[in-house]
């Protein structure tokens, strides 16, 4: 039996395909279109996930929506007319595309497939809960999820046991965890549901000056981790922006324009929301522990991706094992709405193991095989070195260890928004200039921007404070103490962005101001090429751990095909490129004449 779950309209659009309950494929829509956060129909997508089970249309016994348009389109009517006459603009803004297209999902998702069987429409939340709990190691389990908002639900928590998923309590809109993140990521000059993790890596440079003023004028937050917001500081029930003028009169001045200068004052408030967010988070965690007796988490929806919160959960809080979906935004709900179909609404049975998970490490997406990559080098006269399997592994460390950086084309494609080894930049986490070079002549992005570490599931705990698996770059922990450089006193006296360039450990290009690291466990049993590459540096220079960030630059999507790995390869200061079996070297490669022609020119694979 094939079920394709889909979500799309908000942003993030993606598809999945699940087997007689395994999951086949999943994908985002933007990686096809190249469309940052493309919130269109998943066309592209689910096409990829038919293509990968070789099967159409008329094979697919089930569609899912990941939530309830009418029921979505009841809370929009709702606020509206709460806020009215204030929400009048954004009201002639949105309606018309529900009018004409949003609340006849059923028939669009019919005439857009061809398709004329069941479609079914999991609540939104209920599709996170799924995501969370079903891919989970987990038979029986505690879950929550946080995100800005779906039909009403913002927050809820529950319980998953076999094939059972029941959700015990919620905390509905216009009160959001997620949309006060997202507030102050307004505020501070970041683009909101896209900027919400550089607040995340902003906030080790600033103080928590504003926490005691958030609480008190902002958010009345329980011992339970419950809360509602005090709405006269907040736009978003019912205009076109996140805050209003008495939001900003507290925080004394407008928003930051984007892209203009970084100042202390929005270190200061990235790292209060951040210390609140933490907060809630924690006591959130111990009353769902409290109520449910569950031993083991399951966490999704967009707040899951704020892996400095995970990792204080997990380390200061009462559950023993916290597993998180890694596509645990709205693409991730795709995904959520096709398990919940085949467990839920079709009872069918569920068996885990208790050791590994049913995610497949989150790689299932599209592959090029060596001929696929081959044909592309040779069509398009592009020069190359032809490696075997073998060599592969000691040539790219050999590279590694002569600070170059390289571009990293291997194997399926990952499902989320965290490049996990597939579609990688990666660099030598010992060199001093790794951070500086990638951030701004790579990744086109703001400098302090930290990078993340892989390493070797089995060496984790000799270099981070960490003694669990973080597969999906899902948690932060600090860099063992022996580790640490410690500062002097001349360094103790930095302040904000002057603490950017101070050496932090022996693994400098993944440690951040606070000594932590967002870590990525590299496992050979499910990415073992990956883990060999680690594995060969390790042996030859020492080290276990290597920088990987997301083969991309600022503003674009993660590269999906050989054509993208290629363009975006020769369109920085990447030094190498390894697609399959064959080495790039940019020495070799003849400029792109026309950047724009180039792009128009080569369709994707």
Not at 407 to 420: D, Y
Not at 432 to 460: C, W
Request: glycine share 6%; with cysteine; charged share 25%.
């Amino acid at each position: 039996m094939y079920i394709l779950g889909i979500s799309a309209f908000y942003h993030d659009s993606a598809a999945a395909l699940i087997k007689d309950g395994e999951i086949i494929a999943a994908a985002q829509e933007e990686r096809f279109t190249r469309k940052k956060h493309d919130h269109n129909f998943p066309a592209k997508a689910i096409d990829y996930c038919l293509k990968e089970a070789s099967i159409n249309t008329s094979q697919i016994d089930y569609v899912a929506f990941y939530d309830k348009p009418f029921l979505k389109f009841e809370r929009l009517l709702e606020t509206y007319l709460a806020y009215a006459p204030i929400g009048i603009q954004s009201f002639i803004k949105a309606m018309p595309l529900w009018i004409k297209e949003k609340l006849w999902m059923k028939e669009l998702i019919g005439r857009q497939l061809n398709f004329e069987g069941t479609i079914l429409f999991p609540e939104h939340h209920e599709s996170h809960a799924a995501s969370a709990f079903y891919p989970s190691p987990f038979q029986e389990a505690a879950f929550i999820t946080m995100d800005g908002v779906g039909e009403w639900a913002t927050t809820s928590f529950g319980i998953g046991n076999g094939n059972k998923l029941n959700i015990i309590a919620d905390i509905n809109f216009p009160h959001s965890l997620g949309l006060l993140y997202s507030a102050f990521t307004y505020y501070t000059g970041f683009k909101v549901n896209s900027g919400e993790y550089k607040v995340m890596g902003l906030a080790p440079y600033g103080q928590p000056k504003y926490v005691d003023l958030i609480y008190s004028e902002l958010i009345d937050l329980k011992e339970d981790g419950s809360f509602k917001l005090n709405m006269d500081y907040f736009n978003y029930a019912a205009g076109l922006t996140m805050t209003n003028e008495k939001f900003h009169k507290l925080f004394s001045g407008a928003p930051r324009v984007p892209e203009t200068h970084l100042t202390q004052k929005e270190m200061d408030i990235a790292r209060s929301v951040q210390d609140v967010t933490e907060e809630i988070v924690l006591r959130m965690g111990k009353h769902v522990y409290k109520e449910t007796g569950q031993k083991n988490l399951c966490l999704a929806g967009g707040v899951a991706l704020n892996c400095v919160a995970n990792g204080k959960l997990l380390r200061q809080g009462p559950f023993e094992e916290i597993w998180i979906q890694p596509a645990a935004g709205d693409a991730g709900g795709a995904l959520g709405a096709a398990l919940a179909v085949w467990y839920k609404y079709l009872n069918n049975e569920r068996k885990v193991t208790g050791k590994s998970d049913l995610q497949k490490g989150s790689y299932i997406g599209p592959e090029f095989n060596n001929d696929e990559v081959l044909s592309f080098l040779n069509s398009n006269n592009i020069p190359f070195t032809e490696l075997s399997r073998n060599d592969i592994p000691e040539k790219v460390a050999d590279i590694l260890s002569e600070e170059k950086i390289v571009g990293w084309f291997q194997g399926r494609m990952e499902f989320g928004p965290r490049a996990l080894g597939s579609r990688s930049i990666i660099g030598d986490a010992r060199s001093s200039k790794m951070q500086a070079d990638m951030n701004i002549k790579i990744k086109f992005r703001e400098g302090f921007r930290p990078f993340a570490p892989s390493v070797i599931y089995e060496k984790v705990s000799d270099y981070f404070e960490l003694e669990k698996e973080s597969p999906y770059m899902l948690l932060v922990a600090d860099v063992k103490k022996e580790r640490q450089k410690k500062m002097s006193d001349d360094e103790k006296k930095l302040f904000g962005i002057e603490k950017l360039n101070i050496l932090r450990s022996d693994i400098p290009a993944v440690t951040h101001i606070d000594y932590s690291a967002r870590i990525q466990t590299v496992h050979k049993e499910t990415n073992p090429l990956y883990h060999e590459l680690i594995s060969t540096f390790d042996k030859k220079y020492g080290c276990g751990v290597i920088v990987n960030t997301s083969f991309n630059v600022r503003g674009e999507p993660i590269v999906c095909s050989p054509h993208d790995a290629y363009f975006c390869f020769m369109r920085t200061d990447i030094d190498y490129l390894i697609m399959g079996n064959y080495l790039l070297d940019k020495k070799e490669q003849k400029a792109l004449e026309n950047d724009v022609n180039w792009k128009k020119e080569f369709v994707l694979d």
